[in-house]
């Protein structure tokens, strides 16, 4: 016990490092961005869906986005991609992956956009592991759970499959993949198995493509 002539305590407090306080505002503000982005993202979802550009004087909504908020529309459409998959599963679910989407991040909501789409055996358990899974590993598990190989995101041309999907509005991502697929497959088939490059199959449908427009005397 102190007695009333002791002198009163003297709390000092450490220096915090500079390293630390800028780990610590680092930590906070990814906490902020992850809990705001995909909210972002369904706003987003609505002003294309709707042609809110319209009305803000743009004649494209990918215009809209890339004037105002200096967002290329690869990103959005990436964002919006999840919001979409998202509205796409059935209500009881909707709220609770949302939220576990928002602790993956978005890189790894853009892994799993597709795998909610398609919603196959075991799908919301691999949602619920994303958190904790790295990129390349739950980039594979979802090609597993997919139907496709593995390591098929590595494989020569899928890069750039994945590159101009992001470029399709996502109501039309899904259907594009499948006929892109489709003629891999044909073109596999036809030789007898193989790996058939996806830029190989996308120089096809510009060859029939070609074909369609001479048919009807157009030249380019």
Not at 100 to 128: C, F, H, M, S, Y
Not at 146 to 152: L, N, Q, T
Request: proline content about 6%; aromatic content about 8%.
């Amino acid at each position: 016990m102190r007695l009333p002539s002791d002198p009163p305590a003297i709390v000092i407090q450490a220096e915090v490092a500079r390293h630390e306080e800028v780990h610590r505002e680092l930590k906070r503000l990814t906490r902020a961005m992850n809990e705001y982005w995909l909210l972002w993202a369904t706003f987003a979802r609505e002003a294309i869906e709707k042609g809110y550009h319209v009305q803000q004087g743009y004649a494209s909504a990918e215009e809209y986005f890339e004037a105002e908020f200096q967002t290329p529309y690869r990103s959005v459409f990436r964002r919006t991609s999840v919001a979409n998959a998202i509205a796409a599963l059935p209500a009881e679910v909707q709220d609770h992956t949302r939220e576990t989407l928002i602790k993956a991040g978005v890189a790894k909501a853009g892994i799993l956009a597709p795998l909610l789409r398609k919603q196959p055996d075991g799908w919301a358990d691999l949602v619920e592991a994303a958190p904790e899974i790295l990129d390349g590993p739950l980039q594979e598990r979802v090609n597993v759970a997919m139907g496709r190989p593995a390591h098929s995101h590595k494989l020569p041309g899928e890069r750039f499959r994945q590159m101009v999907l992001r470029y399709i509005p996502p109501d039309q991502q899904e259907r594009v993949e499948r006929v892109w697929r489709a003629m891999d497959e044909e073109e596999i088939r036809r030789r007898g198995g193989g790996y058939q490059n996806p830029i190989d199959s996308f120089l096809l449908m510009i060859v029939a493509a070609e074909v369609e427009l001479a048919a009807k005397g157009i030249e380019w």
